[in-house]
């Protein structure tokens, strides 16, 4: 296969982090999925490289490695596991099989420079969760934002947040990393809440998909079912690679506010010259559903 996006998912698995992860296993014509990175943030960072690895067995992908990352932010401990949105497991408290495969022997932060070095300026990061392995490979590898073609943020909003009245929870946790993601010199593409919320993920995704593999949907389905049908915010940042028209984009200058103040983990979008960011400011919730049902269709027996 030629011509294929050489792609690092950064995750912290997490509900809707099985969307997006199944989103990009679902694809490998088109994705060259090169590592799963985990970070803490849902759950401790022991539990989200676990689930990182099961979900991989139970999408039958467990050729992709996972490359466990960091145990804390980058200046503050984790918080405490996020149960109302992710259950005890991180996983809806859903309970999927045990793979026998282990993390990759490399941290996060260095798996992220190898393959950035390997794919010579073509990978595109995916980051879904806190961005401190991000950030820490930044500030370890200087050449990095030289050898990455792009990265894509579920984070941030242009409207009220789900932490504060200003702030979106993966920003929020590691402001300090997300700072340095913005301005590291690497274009950003951000999907926020401001679009994210417009399009819950509903049972009714599954009509007239008939051949689904059971296991796969019976996990999908649950997991709908815990989120009481709410969006599935990560699903839908890596959507825009499937297809960025599903997206109306706008180019803007992006910064995170990181001062502990009521606005810490605020992003601002300001209309302004040099971009270092596209912004999703709307979204076409019908393309989104057809590139999920497509997803769902590939999971066959």
Same mark, same amino acid.
């Given at each position: 296969?030629?011509?294929?996006?050489?792609?690092?998912?950064?995750?912290?698995?997490?509900?809707?982090?099985?969307?997006?992860?199944?989103?990009? &296993?679902?694809? @490998?014509?088109?994705?060259? !999925?090169?590592? *799963?990175?985990? *970070?803490?943030?849902? +759950?401790?960072?022991?539990?989200?490289?676990? +689930?990182?690895?099961?979900?991989?067995?139970?999408?039958?992908?467990?050729?992709? @490695?996972?490359?466990?990352?960091?145990?804390?932010?980058?200046?503050?401990?984790?918080?405490?596991?996020?149960?109302?949105?992710?259950?005890?497991?991180?996983?809806?408290?859903?309970?999927?099989?045990?793979?026998?495969?282990?993390?990759?022997?490399?941290?996060? &932060?260095?798996?992220? /420079?190898?393959?950035? =070095?390997? &794919?010579?300026?073509?990978? !595109? *990061?995916?980051?879904?969760?806190?961005?401190? +392995?991000?950030?820490?490979?930044?500030?370890? /590898?200087?050449?990095?934002?030289?050898?990455?073609?792009?990265?894509? !943020?579920?984070?941030?909003?242009?409207? =009220?947040?789900?932490?504060?009245?200003?702030?979106?929870?993966?920003?929020?946790?590691?402001?300090?990393?997300?700072?340095?993601?913005?301005?590291?010199?690497?274009?950003?593409?951000?999907?926020?809440?401001?679009?994210?919320?417009?399009? @819950?993920?509903?049972?009714?995704?599954?009509?007239?998909?008939?051949?689904?593999?059971?296991?796969?949907?019976?996990?999908?389905?649950?997991?709908?079912?815990?989120?009481?049908?709410?969006?599935?915010?990560?699903?839908?940042?890596?959507? &825009?690679?499937?297809?960025?028209?599903?997206?109306?984009?706008?180019?803007? /200058?992006?910064?995170?506010?990181?001062?502990?103040?009521?606005?810490?983990?605020?992003?601002?979008?300001?209309?302004?010259?040099?971009?270092?960011?596209? !912004?999703?400011?709307?979204?076409?919730?019908?393309?989104?559903?057809?590139?999920? =049902?497509?997803?769902?269709?590939? /999971?066959?027996?």
């Amino acid at each position: 296969m030629t011509n294929r996006i050489s792609i690092i998912v950064d995750t912290d698995p997490g509900v809707d982090d099985f969307f997006c992860i199944a989103l990009a &296993c679902a694809y @490998p014509e088109l994705f060259d !999925v090169k590592a *799963i990175c985990t *970070i803490g943030g849902n +759950n401790a960072t022991d539990v989200t490289t676990r +689930n990182a690895l099961n979900i991989l067995k139970l999408l039958r992908r467990e050729d992709i @490695p996972v490359a466990r990352g960091a145990d804390s932010y980058l200046m503050e401990e984790f918080d405490e596991p996020v149960e109302q949105f992710h259950g005890r497991n991180g996983l809806g408290n859903v309970e999927i099989p045990e793979t026998e495969k282990t993390a990759d022997p490399l941290s996060a &932060c260095e798996k992220i /420079y190898q393959v950035a =070095k390997e &794919c010579g300026g073509e990978l !595109v *990061i995916v980051t879904v969760g806190p961005e401190t +392995n991000l950030a820490l490979a930044f500030s370890r /590898y200087p050449d990095l934002p030289s050898l990455v073609k792009k990265i894509v !943020v579920m984070g941030g909003t242009t409207d =009220k947040g789900n932490v504060t009245e200003y702030a979106e929870a993966n920003i929020w946790h590691d402001a300090p990393a997300a700072r340095i993601v913005f301005e590291s010199g690497v274009p950003v593409d951000m999907i926020g809440l401001n679009v994210t919320r417009q399009a @819950p993920l509903r049972q009714e995704i599954f009509d007239g998909i008939t051949e689904v593999c059971g296991d796969v949907k019976e996990v999908m389905s649950k997991l709908i079912d815990f989120r009481n049908q709410e969006a599935m915010h990560d699903s839908i940042a890596f959507a &825009c690679l499937l297809n960025d028209e599903i997206f109306t984009w706008l180019g803007a /200058y992006t910064y995170v506010i990181a001062d502990h103040s009521e606005h810490h983990g605020q992003t601002v979008v300001e209309e302004k010259e040099p971009h270092n960011s596209r !912004v999703a400011v709307g979204i076409d919730t019908e393309a989104y559903y057809r590139v999920m =049902k497509d997803m769902i269709s590939r /999971y066959t027996e």
